[in-house]
């Protein structure tokens, strides 16, 4: 009786005062935005089950700051339209942080509404150096930059094709033409200049002319900045005139798609890719998670589980959700993640450039190593 008297005279007491008798703690609410549905779904199921897992453990954990997650899964279509829409919905929501978006398109067109409201964005997978060029203090990615494969390109054909007669070509669009810029850029600060640089529509059924142009040309390697069907159907051709042309490219070449296109043509290809997390020391036990929750730690769940890891470190690390605090702790601390330890300049790219380069051979890409060639 006497504890029900002052448990009664209590709460009348805080009623009085206007405060809880029993301290509620709210949830922090955020967000993984990404193409959930259509051609690019597969990429957004990637990030859902990186973001939901990651939400998982640190809640397990007792969560951020004290405060539980809540997770919301958001679909933009890579629609950089529908990602403005989605966006004023998160803020909507009261999303305090997004994990997000994969279309580079889609986060520059969300970005400039995050940044209006406060609210960190990290990109898993945006690589345009647009995103974070643009100087917003909100925008990060622990991912790597379109520019950063060329540069890693040009280095290559500069050491490893000496000598040899260099094709740039790409095809117009911002991804394709960040690539071979950087290519350019980069193999002729080493004296180096390519034969051929041009460029071509995509979505042409065939690439004859280019073909014949690079024959005519006596090219021995293509660097090509695109798509994996466009680059598999120059090579197609290539092979068909019976010339053995090394094709280098970017990370979009990744897929079983261009071997289905090229077959035997793609022999040889060489690609720059990130190297798989899953296989180190930093992703091995998250990877092995998420074989038992049933599906596999590919790329994008991987860097999904990442950008969320960087956000819970920093604010840890700032004791506060507030956007100036956690941009402080961001350019000035390093971070554990299961990318491996990652540090962020001024501009929100990683310092890290975690490209390595890879090879088709017999309908599989693996990893390549490169011998140093001796000095002359």
Known sequence: MKSFKFAAALLMMCALLGVSAFPVRAEIVIAAVGPMEGPFAAYGAQMKNGAELAVAALNAKGGVLGQKIKLIIADDACNPKVAETVAKSMINQGVNFVAGHFCSGASI??????????????????????????????????????????????????????????????????????????????????????????????????????????????????????????????MRGLHAQGMSVVLVSGDDLATGKYWIITGAAGE?????????????????????????????????????????????????????????????????????????????????????????WYEWSRGKYTVKTFKAKPAE
């Open 268 to 356: 040889g290809t060489l690609i720059t890719f990130p190297a798989d997390p899953g296989a180190t020391k930093h992703g091995r036990d998250v990877a092995n998670e998420m074989r038992k929750q049933g599906f596999k730690p590919e790329l994008h769940a991987m860097r999904t589980y990442a950008a969320i890891q960087v956000w819970a470190q920093a604010a840890s690390k700032a004791g506060s959700l507030e956007l100036g605090k956690m941009t402080k702790a961001l350019r000035t601390n390093f971070f554990r993640t299961v990318l491996g330890k990652l540090t962020f300049n001024n501009r929100g790219d990683t310092k890290q450039n975690g490209y390595v």
């Open 109 to 234: 067109a969300a970005s400039d509404t995050y940044a209006k409201e406060g609210v960190l964005q990290i990109s898993p997978s945006s690589t345009h150096p647009v995103l974070t060029d643009r100087g917003l203090e909100n925008v990060y990615r622990v991912c790597g930059r379109d520019d950063q494969q060329g540069i890693l390109a040009g280095s290559l054909l500069a050491d490893q094709f000496a000598g040899k007669k260099v094709a740039i070509v790409h095809d117009g669009q911002g991804y394709s033409q960040s690539l071979a810029a950087a290519a350019k850029a980069q193999l002729n600060s080493q004296g180096v200049n390519e034969t051929l640089f041009q460029a071509v529509k995509p979505g042409e059924k065939d690439y004859s002319t280019l073909v014949t142009t690079l024959k005519r040309n006596g090219i021995d390697v293509l660097y090509y900045g695109g798509y994996h069907k466009e680059a598999g159907l120059i």
